[in-house]
T-cell receptor, first 113, second 112 residues
C-alpha cells in the first residue's frame, strides 16, 4: 500500500496561513489524496481531496505537486478551532481505499492565540 | 454536525460481556463503515456495509460482528470483551460505496 509521511506536529499563530505537508513518493497514478482532520474528542472530519489538480473548498486548499509525490493542505487563515490532528490518506477511490480509509499518525496542529 | 448519529455515547462493561453499538447514517446514505480508535493502534478500519450487504472487511476480530438493517442503520456487536477492546468506536457513512465518508461522534467503550 502506498504510504504517506507527515510531520508529527506543527505550530502556527491564529489568523495566519498554515501549510501542512504530506509526502507520498510511492503514490500510484490512480490514487486520490484525501485529507481528514480530527478535533479533540470528535470523530474525523472530511476536509478535501484531489487527484491531480489543485483543489479549493470552503475549508481549505489542496496543492498537489506536479509529480504527485507530495501535497500540501493550506488553511488560509487559521483559527483556534482548526487545532486538530490532520491526516493525509491515499486511496484508489474518491472516497478512500477499497478497504476503508487507512489513517496514519497524522500531524498534530497547534494554533497559538 | 455530520448527520451521523451513534449510541450510546459511553459504555462501561466488564470483561467477557457482550455489547451492541448502534449507528444511524446520514439521510440517504447507503454505506456504513466502522472504525476502532485505540491509543496504541490509532484509527483502524473494521468493516463496511453497503445497502445491507457486507462490502469490505478490515482488521475486525472474529469476536466482533456487524450488520446493516433494511432501514440502513447499522449495529456493531462486540462479544467476549477483553480489556484491550477499550477504545473509541466510530461509524461513518457515505452516499455510495467508496464515496466521501462522514463520521459520527463515536462511542467510547471501557472494559473493566
Amino acid at each position: 500500500d502506498a504510504k504517506t509521511t507527515q510531520p508529527n506536529s506543527m505550530e502556527s499563530n491564529e489568523e495566519e496561513p498554515v501549510h501542512l505537508p504530506c509526502n507520498h513518493s510511492t503514490i500510484s497514478g490512480t490514487d486520490y489524496i484525501h485529507w481528514y482532520r480530527q478535533l479533540p474528542s470528535q470523530g474525523p472530519e472530511y476536509v478535501i481531496h484531489g487527484l491531480t489538480s489543485n483543489v479549493n473548498n470552503r475549508m481549505a486548499s489542496l496543492a498537489i505537486a506536479e509529480d504527485r509525490k507530495s501535497s500540501t493542505l493550506i488553511l488560509h487563515r487559521a483559527t483556534l478551532r482548526d487545532a486538530a490532528v490532520y491526516y493525509c490518506i491515499l486511496g484508489e477511490y474518491s472516497g478512500g481505499g477499497a478497504d476503508g480509509l487507512t489513517f496514519g499518525k497524522g500531524t498534530h496542529l497547534i494554533i497559538q492565540p | 454536525d455530520s448527520g451521523v448519529t451513534q449510541t450510546p455515547k459511553h459504555l462501561i462493561t466488564a470483561t467477557g460481556q457482550r455489547v451492541t453499538l448502534r449507528c444511524s447514517p446520514r439521510s440517504g446514505d447507503l454505506s456504513v463503515y466502522w472504525y476502532q480508535q485505540s491509543l496504541d493502534q490509532g484509527l483502524q478500519f473494521l468493516i463496511q456495509y453497503y445497502n445491507g450487504e457486507e462490502r469490505a472487511k478490515g482488521n475486525i476480530l472474529e469476536r466482533f460482528s456487524a450488520q446493516q438493517f433494511p432501514d440502513l442503520h447499522s449495529e456493531l456487536n462486540l462479544s467476549s470483551l477483553e480489556l484491550g477492546d477499550s477504545a473509541l468506536y466510530f461509524c461513518a457513512s457515505s452516499s455510495l460505496s467508496l464515496d466521501t465518508q462522514y463520521f459520527g461522534p463515536g462511542t467510547r467503550l471501557t472494559v473493566l
